[in-house]
Every structure is written in structure tokens, then in C-alpha cells.
């Protein structure tokens, strides 16, 4: 890497300075961070906790299932090897510093799988070391169960209580450096402080004239002066990050510029101005001998979608059964109340667009669809007096099991409009058609935070899409279990129900 592209710097150039802190610039860049420090005492809890919860569940075991009392130093070490093994797992993962960028699931989630792998290495090394003689699998078992919900508890009440300090402003993330042109780093810096990225300073970009064009400086290895100043100038901060902010045409200074931001102990970050959103969204990901910018990605994996699909079978199925009675006498009570078919099959669009046939309890007196179809609304009148009960306690939507059972259905995911609310709004709202990257739901993310029935403003089918593009962007076999129990024990999974 050279630095040519300084070279043409007139002699006059100042580097201004621009300050965003409010008194803590150097304070706190001295030692770890307080955000630092609190992780480390999560960490440190957590290590406390698994260790007791370890030793006492076992000896719990012996006194309350085998009514032996085992001596007081037994299960010690194993103990301390097993919270040991819980530590050196989840800072190997680097799981404890992903409470800033992960949602609550997927955070315990992760905690869940170091559990798993722990006791892996744990029966692994006793049965190496042949100390399983007198250690029973019951004993392993319980002390499993005990050191995942310490864990599990644990890092949930850490996310609560540190996720809202980080985005209040009481507990700084990150602390950072902005190179860039002003108004590019206050609107930089505005974004980033919303997730505890606090800016400590920032400094114009070192713009070159007609760089390009300029051979190469014969003492190339040497950073010009004010280069070797800015540097200079950064390194006092002792800040965490340096963010050089560039547009197209200050790729290759900027290069240089993170070559020479290099000789400071902090990670440097190049962003292309006008490009934050879709950097966002973006990752570095290997294709084939080359390195791309992958922008989105199908939202499941095949393994994924292998298990969901096993999941749907399983709760379909189980499903099926338990209400088999309400496919007896829901027939009845609407072929008594008015003529008609007792199913009602709509037309919607499915998984990749693609339409679908959606089988319901008839809850209407007509059978609307495609162009003529017009959602219910409240005390609507082409509503039974028995449809008005199917659709309060959402029984109505149970035939959708055979969908599931068929394929063109999930469990949860989005919910499927009529073709014709989805052509209206796929026009007004964007990636409105990504809500069908995933197959349909008979429940979904937005049903049970409320976001269900009729939706006759823009406002409450753009809530409707973010609560669905969220379900897809952040999917797990947990949070599917969690809306299923949702879906029956949440108030707002039965708001807007008419």
C-alpha cells in the first residue's frame, strides 16, 4: 500500500476537528469500557451460577430421588468443570459481546447450544479421564436440565437490563472516530448513537487533488505530515473504532488513509456514504474463488426448512386429533344456522407467489373472493351468529391444518391475504411480496402483537408487513413454538377478531 494519493495535499491543509462529546471524551478511554467491565461481571456471574447450579442439582438428586445423603465435597470439581467449560464456550463463541447485535432469541438461543456442547466435552472428558464409574447418567441429566435454565434465566434478565442502558445512552457500546465530511458524520453519528456507538470525535477527510494522476512518491513507505497528524491526533482518544466516511470518488485515498489508521491498536471501518442502508443488509460471503457482497439472502436453509417442515407435520397432525370433535359439531351448528357449504375454499397467494387454495369454516353468508372480496369488518352483517363465535376463538381457521399437512402451509408465518389486497398494497409498500419468501401461517407474528382483521389504512398493513418481514429476517424453531403459545394465552392474538 503507498500513499500517493496524499501526496498532492497543499502545504496549507489543516485538519479540522469537530467535537460530539459531552465531557466523557477521555474519560472512559482509559482501561476497559464500563460496558466492558459489565460484561465481564455477566460473564463472571454466570460462572458462579452454573457452578452452583451444577453441584446443587446433583446433590438434590441423591437426597430427594435416592434419599442418600452424598458427602459434602462430592461433585465439587465436576462442578467447576462444568462451569468452567460453560465459560471458556461462550467466550470462545464471542457470545457474550453479541448482546449488542442479536435479538433476545437468538441470544438465548446461542446460550441453549453452549449448554449442549459443554456437556458434550464434559461426559467426553469423565469418560476419558474414567471418572464415570460413580457417576450416573441420571445425575448428568439433572445437572443439564439445572445449568440450562441458570443460563437461560441468566442471560435473560443481563439482555434486560443491559439492552435498555445501551439505547438510553446510560452504558456506551462503542466508542468511535468519524474522518469524513461534517454533515456526513453528524447524520453517521445520529444512527450510531441509537445503538450505543457514542462519537468521541471527527475529523475532515484528507482530500488529495487530482490524485489519480500523480505517480507514485518516491519515499512511499512515509505518510505525509498531515496524515502522520491525524493519526497523531486520534491516538489520545483511545477509542474503540475509526470510521473513515467516503463517497466513489475517495476509494482509493481512503485506502491509503486506513493503511496509515493501521499503526492505531482500534478496528477501521470504510463506509461509502449513501450506502448505509444497503451495507446494512449486506455481508461478505465467498462465492465460488471470489468474495461478493451478498445483499439478502432465502431466508431458510434447506436444514431449516427440513425442520419446520418436520415441526408443521408434528403440531398438524397433533392438531387433527385433539380438535377432531369441533370437526363434528362445527358442521352441524353451521348447516343448522343458514344453507350453504360448511368450507369455504379463497384463493390466496402462498410461498413464492405463487396462489394457493386456503380451506376455512364457513363463517359468512357468501363466498367472496378475487375482485369481488371485502374483508369483515365489525358487526358486519354477512356474518353468522355462529361465524361470529368461529371466527372470536379462531376456530374457523382450523381446517388450514390439512394445508399444513398438504404443504402450501405453515404452522406460523405470515398470513395470506386475498389476491386482490395483495395486488392494492404490493404497489404502496415496499418488499410487501418478501412477506411470501416463507410458506403462509395460520398464525403468524403479527396476529399475536395485535396486527390482525381488517386492515383499511396504509399505516396498519405497513405495521402488519414489518411484524412479518421481522418473523422471516429473525426465524427459529423457538420462536415458532413461542407464537404458537401465544396464539392462545395473548390478548392482542384475539384483537380485531370480527
Given at each position: 500500500?503507498?500513499?500517493?494519493?496524499?501526496?498532492?495535499?497543499?502545504?496549507?491543509?489543516?485538519?479540522?476537528?469537530?467535537?460530539?462529546?459531552?465531557?466523557?471524551?477521555?474519560?472512559?478511554?482509559?482501561?476497559?469500557?464500563?460496558?466492558?467491565?459489565?460484561?465481564?461481571?455477566?460473564?463472571?456471574?454466570?460462572?458462579?451460577?452454573?457452578?452452583?447450579?451444577?453441584?446443587?442439582?446433583?446433590?438434590?438428586?441423591?437426597?430427594?430421588?435416592?434419599?442418600?445423603?452424598?458427602?459434602?465435597?462430592?461433585?465439587?470439581?465436576?462442578?467447576?468443570?462444568?462451569?468452567?467449560?460453560e465459560l471458556l464456550v461462550s467466550t470462545g463463541?464471542?457470545?457474550?459481546?453479541?448482546?449488542?447485535?442479536?435479538?433476545?432469541?437468538?441470544?438465548?438461543?446461542?446460550?441453549?447450544?453452549?449448554?449442549?456442547?459443554?456437556?458434550?466435552?464434559?461426559?467426553?472428558?469423565?469418560?476419558?479421564?474414567?471418572?464415570?464409574?460413580?457417576?450416573?447418567?441420571?445425575?448428568?441429566?439433572?445437572?443439564?436440565?439445572?445449568?440450562?435454565?441458570?443460563?437461560?434465566?441468566?442471560?435473560?434478565?443481563?439482555?434486560?437490563?443491559?439492552?435498555?442502558?445501551?439505547?438510553?445512552?446510560?452504558?456506551?457500546?462503542?466508542?468511535?472516530?468519524?474522518?469524513?465530511?461534517?454533515?456526513?458524520?453528524?447524520?453517521?453519528?445520529?444512527?450510531?448513537?441509537?445503538?450505543?456507538?457514542?462519537?468521541?470525535?471527527?475529523?475532515?477527510?484528507?482530500?488529495?487533488?487530482?490524485?489519480?494522476?500523480?505517480?507514485?512518491?518516491?519515499?512511499?513507505?512515509?505518510?505525509?505530515?498531515?496524515?502522520?497528524?491525524?493519526?497523531?491526533?486520534?491516538?489520545?482518544?483511545?477509542?474503540?473504532?475509526?470510521?473513515?466516511?467516503?463517497?466513489?470518488?475517495?476509494?482509493?485515498?481512503?485506502?491509503?488513509?486506513?493503511?496509515?489508521?493501521?499503526?492505531?491498536?482500534?478496528?477501521?471501518?470504510?463506509?461509502?456514504?449513501?450506502?448505509?442502508?444497503?451495507?446494512?443488509?449486506?455481508?461478505?460471503?465467498?462465492?465460488?474463488?471470489?468474495?461478493?457482497?451478498?445483499?439478502?439472502?432465502?431466508?431458510?436453509?434447506?436444514?431449516?426448512?427440513?425442520?419446520?417442515?418436520?415441526?408443521?407435520?408434528?403440531?398438524?397432525?397433533?392438531?387433527?386429533?385433539?380438535?377432531?370433535?369441533?370437526?363434528?359439531?362445527?358442521?352441524?351448528?353451521?348447516?343448522?344456522?343458514?344453507?350453504?357449504?360448511?368450507?369455504?375454499?379463497?384463493?390466496?397467494?402462498?410461498?413464492?407467489?405463487?396462489?394457493?387454495?386456503?380451506?376455512?369454516?364457513?363463517?359468512?353468508?357468501?363466498?367472496?373472493?378475487?375482485?369481488?372480496?371485502?374483508?369483515?369488518?365489525?358487526?358486519?352483517?354477512?356474518?353468522?351468529?355462529?361465524?361470529?363465535?368461529?371466527?372470536?376463538?379462531?376456530?374457523?381457521?382450523?381446517?388450514?391444518?390439512?394445508?399444513?399437512?398438504?404443504?402450501?402451509?405453515?404452522?406460523?408465518?405470515?398470513r395470506p391475504h386475498a389476491t386482490s389486497q395483495?395486488?392494492?398494497?404490493?404497489?404502496?409498500?415496499?418488499?410487501?411480496?418478501?412477506?411470501?419468501?416463507?410458506?403462509?401461517?395460520?398464525?403468524?407474528?403479527?396476529?399475536?402483537?395485535?396486527?390482525?382483521?381488517?386492515?383499511?389504512?396504509?399505516?396498519?398493513?405497513?405495521?402488519?408487513?414489518?411484524h412479518d418481514l421481522y418473523y422471516i429476517d429473525?426465524?427459529?424453531?423457538?420462536?415458532?413454538?413461542?407464537?404458537?403459545?401465544?396464539?392462545?394465552?395473548?390478548?392482542?392474538?384475539?384483537?380485531?377478531?370480527?
Amino acid at each position: 500500500m503507498t500513499y500517493a494519493s496524499f501526496t498532492n495535499l497543499p502545504a496549507s491543509t489543516k485538519l479540522q476537528a469537530h467535537s460530539f462529546d459531552d465531557g466523557r471524551a477521555i474519560a472512559g478511554g482509559v482501561g476497559w469500557s464500563r460496558l466492558t467491565a459489565l460484561l465481564v461481571v455477566a460473564a463472571g456471574t454466570e460462572f458462579l451460577l452454573v457452578a452452583g447450579a451444577a453441584y446443587f442439582a446433583a446433590v438434590l438428586y441423591h437426597r430427594v430421588v435416592l434419599l442418600e445423603s452424598p458427602d459434602s465435597a462430592r461433585y465439587i470439581l465436576e462442578s467447576l468443570l462444568i462451569s468452567t467449560l460453560e465459560l471458556l464456550v461462550s467466550t470462545g463463541l464471542r457470545q457474550y459481546s453479541r448482546i449488542l447485535t442479536q435479538p433476545r432469541h437468538v441470544f438465548l438461543w446461542s446460550g441453549a447450544s453452549a449448554v449442549l456442547l459443554v456437556f458434550s466435552f464434559f461426559v467426553s472428558a469423565i469418560f476419558v479421564l474414567k471418572a464415570s464409574g460413580d457417576y450416573s447418567r441420571a445425575t448428568v441429566i439433572v445437572q443439564a436440565g439445572s445449568v440450562l435454565v441458570t443460563v437461560l434465566c441468566t442471560r435473560a434478565i443481563w439482555f434486560s437490563v443491559l439492552q435498555p442502558a445501551i439505547a438510553s445512552g446510560l452504558i456506551d457500546a462503542r466508542r468511535v472516530i468519524l474522518i469524513g465530511d461534517p454533515g456526513h458524520c453528524l447524520q453517521f453519528s445520529a444512527r450510531a448513537n441509537a445503538t450505543g456507538i457514542r462519537t468521541i470525535r471527527s475529523f475532515d477527510f484528507p482530500r488529495a487533488r487530482a490524485a489519480s494522476l500523480v505517480p507514485a512518491h518516491p519515499d512511499a513507505g512515509q505518510a505525509p505530515p498531515d496524515v502522520r497528524q491525524l493519526v497523531a491526533n486520534c491516538r489520545p482518544f483511545r477509542v474503540d473504532d475509526v470510521v473513515i466516511l467516503i463517497s466513489e470518488s475517495d476509494c482509493g485515498s481512503a485506502l491509503a488513509l486506513a493503511a496509515a489508521l493501521s499503526d492505531l491498536p482500534v478496528d477501521v471501518h470504510v463506509v461509502l456514504v449513501g450506502s448505509i442502508d444497503l451495507m446494512a443488509v449486506s455481508r461478505s460471503t465467498q462465492f465460488g474463488n471470489m468474495v461478493t457482497m451478498r445483499i439478502f439472502q432465502s431466508p431458510l436453509t434447506p436444514f431449516s426448512r427440513a425442520i419446520k417442515r418436520g415441526v408443521d407435520i408434528a403440531v398438524a397432525s397433533v392438531g387433527l386429533v385433539l380438535t377432531s370433535i369441533l370437526f363434528v359439531i362445527v358442521p352441524i351448528a353451521i348447516k343448522l344456522e343458514s344453507r350453504g357449504p360448511v368450507f369455504f375454499r379463497q384463493t390466496r397467494h402462498g410461498y413464492n407467489n405463487e396462489p394457493i387454495r386456503v380451506l376455512k369454516f364457513r363463517s359468512m353468508t357468501v363466498m367472496e373472493e378475487g375482485d369481488n372480496f371485502r374483508p369483515a369488518t365489525r358487526h358486519d352483517p354477512r356474518v353468522t351468529r355462529v361465524g361470529r363465535l368461529l371466527r372470536r376463538t379462531n376456530v374457523d381457521e382450523l381446517p388450514q391444518l390439512f394445508n399444513v399437512l398438504l404443504g402450501n402451509m405453515s404452522i406460523v408465518g405470515p398470513r395470506p391475504h386475498a389476491t386482490s389486497q395483495n395486488e392494492s398494497f404490493n404497489a404502496l409498500i415496499s418488499s410487501f411480496s418478501r412477506r411470501h419468501n416463507v410458506k403462509p401461517g395460520i398464525t403468524g407474528w403479527a396476529q399475536v402483537n395485535g396486527y390482525r382483521g381488517n386492515v383499511d389504512t396504509l399505516e396498519k398493513m405497513q405495521r402488519r408487513v414489518e411484524h412479518d418481514l421481522y418473523y422471516i429476517d429473525n426465524w427459529s424453531v423457538l420462536l415458532d413454538f413461542k407464537i404458537m403459545v401465544m396464539t392462545f394465552f395473548s390478548k392482542k392474538a384475539y384483537w380485531n377478531a370480527y
